[in-house]
């Protein structure tokens, strides 16, 4: 594992981050590995949903949902 170090972090921020890690029952250290995980988390969904979804309606990745739904719907007529 590497550590990590933030310089110049504002009073009032390090002690909102004090506050919520006292709230949750944690340590400041564990609250932040904590963010830190969930951060790495979110980038990888972020990542993962840029990959799969179109970046705008009709881009030619295929038929949009109200093509589809009309085409299941028109055969089961």
Aim: positive net charge.
């Amino acid at each position: 594992m590497v550590a990590l170090q933030v310089r110049h972090v504002p009073d009032a921020v390090r002690e909102a981050l004090i506050e919520a890690a006292r709230t949750q029952g944690v340590s400041l250290q564990q609250y932040l590995l904590g963010v830190l995980e969930q951060e790495a988390r979110n980038a990888r969904r972020r990542r993962w949903l840029t990959d799969v979804r179109p970046a705008a309606p009709g881009d030619g990745r295929g038929e949009s949902a109200t093509e589809l739904i009309r085409r299941d719907r028109d055969s089961a007529a």
